[in-house]
């Protein structure tokens, strides 16, 4: 029994079909070249489960693997593995995940991901970690760095979230806008003051996208009135 085997045996080619469309996997897209199984992710996750005994040696071959699928289940094992593991093993979960950062790369890899262990190991620690992957040329290093926040952001700790959306400000990719966009709409859940301080800082220089996320709890006519040009 191994992960890819457990998958295929939930796998449609029409959900395949569906997913490289809705992953942008076409030649100049961000998943250029990725492979679907054609699995949804409860599936995924109920796969993930029956391998939780995996060391991260074993999980390696699954980390790497050429179809989408695959390697989220090694991420999501990943994930139930940190919640367990005592101080000495999240560290070398949190190693490995840092290592391999290269094959967690899509949107829903980071954001299934990236706050359950890097977040969540950097809680009481120093994050200087995020500064650097905030200046990566890897996209999905970028995302990581930013969507990793929304663990401090459950407890109140809104700062690195604001700090890391400023220098994310002029980003290129529509993928950045929205996971900044989309952080600094959780942060204002915590304190809708600090992030209208920020919006009012910065709503000329933010890509609209990122605007529009950041506002979608705020009434009708703050949104208005944050759009307006």
């Avoid at 969540?120 to 999905?140: A, G, Q």
Wanted: aromatic share 10%.
């Amino acid at each position: 029994m191994s992960i890819l085997s457990e998958l295929k045996k939930v796998s449609t080619k029409e959900r395949a079909k569906s997913n490289a469309w809705f992953f942008k996997t076409g030649k100049g897209e961000y998943g250029e070249g990725d492979l679907f199984l054609g699995v949804t992710v409860p599936d995924i996750r109920t796969v993930a489960k029956k391998f939780l005994y995996l060391s991260l040696t074993e999980l390696k071959p699954p980390l790497k693997s050429k179809f989408h699928e695959e390697r989220l289940a090694a991420l999501l094992v990943l994930v139930e593995c940190f919640k367990k593991a005592d101080e000495k093993e999240k560290k070398k979960i949190f190693n490995f995940y840092l290592s391999n950062t290269k094959h967690v790369n899509n949107w829903d890899l980071v954001d299934l991901s990236a706050h359950k262990i890097v977040g969540e190991y950097l809680l009481d620690k120093d994050r200087t970690l995020l500064y650097k992957l905030v200046k990566s040329k890897s996209l999905w290093e970028r995302r990581i760095s930013v969507i990793s926040t929304f663990a401090f952001i459950d407890g109140n700790d809104l700062e690195d979230t604001f700090k890391l959306s400023e220098l994310l400000l002029h980003d290129k990719h529509d993928l950045i806008h929205k996971a900044v966009g989309w952080a600094l709409r959780e942060a204002g859940k915590k304190d809708k003051q600090k992030l209208v301080k920020f919006l009012k800082k910065h709503k000329s220089e933010m890509p609209r996208t990122m605007l529009r996320y950041s506002i979608e709890k705020f009434s009708e006519n703050e949104r208005k009135l944050f759009m307006k040009k």
